[in-house]
Structure formats: C-alpha cells, structure tokens
T-cell receptor, first 114, second 112 residues
C-alpha cells in the first residue's frame, strides 16, 4: 500500500458529462500530481499542486481542472467528457521541498466514457 | 524536451535473469525510477537511483546507471511468473519534486 488513496476506483459515464476524481496524499506529503494513462499516449503528466498552489502544468486540457484543498487532498474535475477521455487517471504524492523526493502512486481511477 | 525510451517487449524463461533497458535525454535528471504495473493495477515503485550513483542493489533487483550514455537498466535475478508485468522507466528532471517523464513501458512475459 503506497499510502495514496484515490476514489472512486471505477467510473462509467456518458459523453458530455462531468466527473470529479479524488486523491488523498500520503500523510505529510505536500505535493500532489495527476497523470493520465491511455493506450495511445502512455503515461502523461497533467498537473501538480504543492501546498494548495498550482506548481506545474503538463498536457492538461482546458476542459479539465484541479485543485488542492487546505487538508492537502486534491480533486481533478473533468467536464464535457469525450470518448477519448477514457483512461486510467493516477494521483501521486511526494514530500515537498526536499530535493530527495520520491513519488508514490495511488491505485488509479479507471474512467470509461460511453 | 525530455524523452525516455524503452523497448516494448521482453520474454524470459522462469529462473533466468531479465534485463530491461531505458535511455533518457535529460542530463540534469536527478532521480531515475523503475515502476511496475501489473494487469489492472496501479503503479508500484520498485526502486530508484540518484544520479550520483552507478549501481543500486535491492534483493533480486539491480539497477545500473551509465550517466555518460544516459542509459539505465533494471536486472531481475531468478525471474518468476509473478514478475510478469509492465515496467516503466521514469526520470525526474531538474531538482526533485517535479513531474516525472515516463517511458512507454516494457512488457515482461515470464514463461514457465
């Protein structure tokens, strides 16, 4: 068990809908990262938060947004869903300011858009 | 930009050693990682190596880093059927606490 908790494990929804994925980082970790794993694109970084602030942005679509709350949990919001958004979404966390920083991943949320 | 390359498939016999190779482009990478993903499962951190090290051993796993050639390898000794999975190489560019850049993964098949 990595200590990173993601809910829900599976999500099935329809095109045009909006969903929220949730992540609780390991205790004490300040950074949260979101990654998308799809068959054609592999594992791609979406966005990173550090202690409530956006730190880095990757290949995140404008239809997607995220935030990190004061208790450090994070949510990834996906709206106007398309078939191509079907993927495994991972959250990872790491300890923050230390240079020696290892990312641990949650089990992922599998999103199916029908 | 950063890029991480891995061969896509590797097949070995049970009991043999497996060697999974990876090349990366970012010379400022401080951490290099190996993650394992079993079917339908998440990403499990297997091991990592700091860029100031050449080798790291952890039980059946040996990681070798050649900084000059930007080449990383993962050797699994006495490979078992339970080692069948996809293995991802990843680098952490710049300082720590930065997003990872992943390779596309090597699918290891272990034949009994």
């Amino acid at each position: 068990d990595s200590g990173v908790t993601q809910t829900p494990k599976h999500l099935i929804t329809a095109t045009g809908q909006r969903v929220t994925l949730r992540c609780s980082p390991r205790s004490g970790d300040l950074s949260v990262y979101w990654y998308q794993q799809s068959l054609d694109q592999g594992l791609q970084f979406l966005i990173q938060y550090y202690n409530g602030e956006e730190r880095a942005k990757g290949n995140i679509l404008e239809r997607f947004s995220a935030q990190q709350f004061p208790d450090l949990h994070s949510e990834l919001n996906l709206s106007s869903l398309e078939l191509g958004d079907s993927a495994l979404y991972f959250c990872a966390s790491s300890g923050g300011a230390s240079r020696r920083d290892i990312q641990y991943f949650g089990a992922g949320t599998r999103l199916s858009v029908l | 930009g950063e890029d991480v390359e891995q061969s896509l498939f590797l097949s070995v016999r049970e009991g043999d050693s497996s060697v999974i190779n990876c090349t990366y482009t970012d010379s400022s990478s401080t951490y290099l990682y190996w993650y394992k993903q079993e079917p339908g499962a998440g990403l499990q951190l297997l091991t990592y190596i700091f860029s100031n090290m050449d080798m790291k051993q952890d039980q059946r796993l040996t990681v070798l880093l050649n900084k000059k050639d930007k080449h990383l390898s993962l050797r699994i000794a006495d490979t078992q059927t339970g080692d069948s999975a996809i293995y991802f190489c990843a680098e952490s560019p710049d300082s720590g606490n930065t997003p990872l850049v992943f390779g596309k993964g090597t699918r290891l098949s272990v034949i009994a």
